[in-house]
């Protein structure tokens, strides 16, 4: 059973549409969601949600999370095709004092010229 | 400079041939994890640390062994591959909980024939 679904699964703009990438989650003592983005290699950060902070923003890029409801939501304004990469949200899942990494399996975002 | 080394980047190797990833940090990080990586069904957790000496299985465990006998230092054991563990294995670390960002290596592109 998913525990954090990230939708759509795919997903191809042109340059200079604006993106929604959406992530739900289902854990219990809720600490934090993550962001990634992986182009060819490794996975890099994008942003840090927390309890006590629903949104964030850097550059282009925006994201915020809805606790009552249970989702994040990234923002890509004004694409490019060097944002063309699978993102990845993740969340820390909770269970007998330890805290297990779980990730969504990723929105591939294609943007073409 | 903060990082996260993985070694080797590339394998092949035969069914039954043991071997060994390693992965260390510069951090001092307390958690560390493993994931393996495959199209369609995305990041997934092999192993996950809290700490020195404890260590406790993922969604994967099945045909990997793990230890962490320093705080650095995670290396993952295929005691006998076989060629379903062909993949992209990514190790990580971060801090207590994962309420910031975890730090992925680079990757190591496993092939057993």
């Known amino acids: 059973e998913d525990k954090v679904v990230q939708s759509p699964l795919s997903l191809v703009v042109h340059e200079g549409d604006t993106v929604t990438l959406n992530c739900s989650y289902e854990?219990?003592?809720?600490?934090?969601l993550l962001w990634y983005k992986q182009e060819k290699k490794a996975p890099t950060f994008l942003f840090m949600l927390?309890?006590?902070?629903i949104e964030k923003k850097s550059g282009r890029l925006s994201s915020i999370l809805d606790k009552k409801e249970l989702f994040s939501i990234l923002n890509i304004t004004a694409t490019q095709t060097g944002d063309s990469a699978v993102y990845l949200c993740a969340v820390p899942l909770s269970g007998a004092g330890s805290y297990q990494l779980t990730f969504g399996k990723g929105t591939k975002l294609s943007v073409i010229p | 400079e903060a990082q996260v080394t993985q070694n080797p980047r590339y394998l092949i190797t035969v069914t039954g041939k043991k071997l060994t990833v390693t992965c260390s940090q510069n951090m001092n990080h307390e958690y560390m994890s493993w994931y393996r990586q495959d199209p369609g069904l995305g990041l997934r957790q092999i192993y996950y640390s809290m700490n020195v000496e404890v260590t406790d299985k993922g969604d994967v465990p099945e045909g990997y062994k793990v230890s962490r006998k320093e705080k650095r230092n995670f290396p993952l054991i295929l005691e006998s591959p076989s060629p379903n563990q062909t993949s992209l294995y990514f190790c990580?670390?971060?801090?207590?909980?994962?309420?910031?960002?975890?730090?992925f290596g680079q990757g190591t592109r496993l092939t057993v024939v």
């Open positions: 854990v219990t003592n809720f600490r934090s």
């Open positions: 990580a670390s971060g801090t207590t909980a994962w309420v910031t960002e975890a730090f």
């Open positions: 927390t309890s006590s902070g």
